[in-house]
């Protein structure tokens, strides 16, 4: 698998190609794997089912099980590119970039792309809605004010991956909950704490490079920013109406409505307010949600901004989500995943290096499994043996695999999380891996968190 996605991202071609390539390969190596071995008298041993004549429907139906697994998300990108499409005709887009920018100097923005996605991410409980909803805005105003996008979106993806963690609308934390059994109090706590110390360390990051970045473009920011703001007004009804979906999608967060129905009323809201407020027809307003808003302005780094690919923008996406499905499918059922993990944690005895193998593991299982879920899920699965063995607390179990995999999954190009991600933003992952602050530091606190626990818990004991 390491090859195609080698070759793939060398030769910059689209990631779907290697994904298809490691579907290929994973069929093969589960056909491998699954194959009885002869017996001496030469008859094929095995249950049956696995002889060799129904591997290949057997693979097929992991391949298709894999499929159905991210029917879900496929359902989210539609919603999130119709929605942000949309929200362009209804200038929603436009008036939240408007307004930042009157609000924000070049030193600010990426400090202020890290609070607001946190912000947003902690009431949505995901970090896709928050980077197609004010994710997009703020890495418009970066735009506006000529400043590098890679460490803006670095800051908004730490933002969102910041609520995946520990928002209780979460889908994720909550995984991290139920499969390692933690209690949800507890828990949230122990995310909370090397959750807050990685954040911390970024906020102060993201304020020392914004202010190096922003004394370096501040005079000729504040010149494209007027220009921008003279745009913005002349390309929709900038006005607190246009920004009514977002307020929509909040409240309905607040209220803990699912994230796929906060998006279909986003998107709704967003129609409403283009043909009520902006004096829209109602067909061209479908018309960007299928084919993408594309206008062109009187700069052409604006006519930049003011563009989303709509559901039709999706094809590349949709690809990469249903060959990783068919890759994930493969692997785990056919039990090749769990195979390549037990070697791992073999040998492990204690308990710091239960919890640094499971770090890796969630790490792994991110990348193997090219979806965040799975960061979580596979590592519950195969290390609760060791977790009791060790005698480590299912909190710890839980906070280890947060600090990991989760985090891992956003700058991953070819995990699912972080292609959305980079389709809303249109930055691709390993552009703003390195500026994604709040990733790179959470696994070094959750390091540190393992180790002073295991060294009070030694003191305690000795104590006692």
Known sequence: MALPLGIAIAMHLPLYWAMAAGSVIAAISAAVYMSPAPSQDGHVCGEEGTAAGSLPFQISRYALKGVSRITNVVVLILLVNAMTAVWFSSGTIQSMVYYGLLVMSPGQVMAAGLVI??????????SVGT????????????????LPQAPVAGAIMSGAVFGDRVSFLSPIFHLAVDFTGSDREKAS????????????????????MGYSLGSSVAGEGFIVRDTYLGLLSQSARVGFWALLPPVVVMLLAAKKVPVRLCLIAGLLSGVLVAVVYQGESLLPVLRSALFGYHREAGAGEL??????????????????L??????????ELSGMMEE??????RHIKKRLMFLTAAMCVSVFSAAFASNQAMSVILPARLLEGKRKETGTSREDFAGALSDSGVAA?????????????AQSLQVPPLVYAPYAFFLLALPVAGLVYASYSERKRGTQGALT
């Open 117 to 126: 996605s946190t912000i947003v991410s902690m009431m949505l409980g995901s």
């Open 131 to 146: 980077v197609a909803t004010v994710g997009v805005a703020v890495l418009g105003i970066a735009k506006a004010l000529g």
């Open 189 to 208: 706590k122990r995310l909370l704490t090397t959750g807050i110390l990685a954040w911390v360390a970024a906020l102060l990051a993201y304020l020392a």
């Open 303 to 320: 006519s930049k901004l003011l563009r989303s690919g709509g559901i039709a923008g999706t094809r590349d996406m949709i690809l990469l």
């Open 322 to 331: 249903g060959f990783a499905g068919v890759y994930t499918g493969i692997t």
């Open 340 to 345: 390549a993990v037990r070697p791992v944690v």
């Open 409 to 421: 999954a956003a700058v991953i190009p070819w995990n699912v999380m972080a292609a959305i991600c």
